[in-house]
């Protein structure tokens, strides 16, 4: 249960980055435009998160596994909006507005109604974890905020 803890970290972790990642560039460009993309793009990336972790899982219990991610989900991204707002921007201002509340509804929902609908089908033949998964996923979370946190950095500009 341990290792699936932390592999759902590290999912989560993966998955906040890469959005931050792929949105930069168009945000920048159009904020309509990376609102846009944000609602088509990000529920996927985070529904196909949440089918990891739930595959992966090591008990028989559908809503076990969805609560705790549903709750990892939640406190990576309160925590990873402070440190991507506040220190990697400078524009805490920016973080608390109604739709980041509604990102934060959205990540405790989205589990819960992927593993309402197709959860135990998942459980059914659960995938192994070892450290090997957890250091991949981890490789591209930890990579995706070190790209992220360059161009910002570096004020780097397509457009």
Known sequence: MK???WYVIALAFAAYWASNLILWYPWSYSPILGMTIMLTVNPVLWAYVTVLGIRSYPGQRVSAAVSLIAVVFLVLAIVADYLFFALIRGALEELYHPTTFYGYAFLVFWPVLIGSLFGKNMLKNPKPLNWENLAYVGAW??????????????????F
């Open 3 to 5: 290792i699936w803890i």
């Open 141 to 158: 979370g930890f990579g995706c905020m070190g790209i992220i946190a360059v161009i910002i950095w570096l004020d780097i500009k397509l």
